[in-house]
């Protein structure tokens, strides 16, 4: 794969299948990195660390330090994971004229032969709480599995299991699809159904002013819509409302396993 800094152009999807059926679907825009090969070339067009419209900033990962790298690499050492010294991409959302929310960032670590290793899900709630869900031993297309610990929305219980499946290719379309779906206890199918899907194309000039011009309150607007939809399941949807818990004592929640493919799953989604 491509290893320089890239901007994906795509849709985020949302589908609530209960009790009643809620879907939307948003365009949106969101970083692409290779993490390594920046810290050795350095950030190149993409304004790292710095005031910029469109920038990406360290400490919105992790535990806030400066470097979110040796945050990943000292997470995975604590989970005896040593062999994820490959390149690592994380799928994250810049900041816009300063300000972001990331409901969810996806650090892809690989060995040094590019296999993938590890996949890190890192959370972001609206109250200001973060969790990660750590994937062990993923592979791409093959939907692995966590149990649902950390509080998101008030419309879904802190119970279940999450779905993950991630794909992913190269070449001159390349494209990238991270697809969850949550079960609860009900025993009648996911009750949520998300992706969020995208071109990707190398972070330039260009494809900065492209992001801006098509997304120029990016976080801001991610916040909104989320409040906005919150609304619409309260006063028309009819959907069940829990109560916020206490945050997770664990940080890091791991996979609990790996499931076979899904049959209706096609490579990529179109």
């Known amino acids: 794969m491509n290893e320089q800094a890239q901007l994906g152009f795509g849709q985020v999807r949302h589908t609530r299948t209960r009790p009643r059926r809620n879907a939307f679907a948003y365009p949106t825009a969101f970083l692409m990195l290779p993490l390594r090969s920046l810290q050795r070339s350095g950030p190149g067009a993409l304004a790292r660390n710095r005031a910029a419209l469109l920038s990406f900033h360290d400490r919105?990962?992790?535990?806030?330090?400066?470097?979110?790298?040796?945050?990943?690499?000292?997470?995975?050492?604590?989970?005896?994971?040593?062999?994820?010294?490959?390149?690592?991409?994380?799928?994250?959302?810049?900041?816009?004229?300063?300000?972001?929310?990331?409901?969810?960032?996806?650090?892809?670590?690989?060995?040094?032969?590019?296999?993938?290793?590890?996949?890190?899900?890192?959370?972001?709630?609206?109250?200001?709480?973060?969790?990660?869900?750590?994937?062990?031993?993923?592979?791409?297309?093959?939907?692995?599995?966590?149990?649902?610990?950390?509080?998101?929305?008030?419309?879904?219980?802190?119970?279940?299991?999450?779905?993950?499946?991630?794909?992913?290719?190269?070449?001159?379309?390349?494209?990238?699809?991270?697809?969850?779906?949550?079960?609860?206890?009900?025993q009648a199918g996911a009750l949520l159904q998300t992706s969020v899907s995208g071109e990707l194309q190398a972070l330039t000039g260009a494809s900065v002013r492209r992001a801006l011009w098509s997304h120029p309150l990016l976080g801001l607007a991610i916040v909104a819509r989320i409040h906005w939809q919150a609304l619409r399941l309260w006063l028309f949807k009819r959907a069940p409302f829990f109560r916020q818990p206490p945050a997770p004592a664990r940080f890091v929640t791991p996979a609990v396993q790996r499931t076979t493919p899904d049959a209706h799953l096609m490579p990529i989604e179109r």
């Open 60 to 186: 919105d990962h992790g535990d806030g330090r400066a470097d979110c790298l040796a945050w990943f690499d000292e997470l995975l050492r604590e989970q005896g994971i040593g062999d994820a010294d490959g390149e690592v991409w994380l799928h994250t959302y810049p900041r816009v004229w300063g300000h972001a929310f990331k409901p969810v960032s996806f650090w892809y670590g690989h060995r040094r032969d590019g296999s993938l290793r590890v996949v890190l899900a890192e959370v972001n709630n609206t109250f200001g709480e973060r969790h990660v869900y750590l994937l062990d031993a993923p592979r791409y297309g093959v939907p692995c599995e966590a149990d649902k610990v950390f509080h998101v929305s008030p419309f879904c219980p802190v119970r279940g299991r999450y779905r993950f499946t991630f794909m992913r290719t190269a070449g001159q379309r390349a494209r990238t699809v991270v697809r969850i779906d949550y079960f609860d206890e009900a």
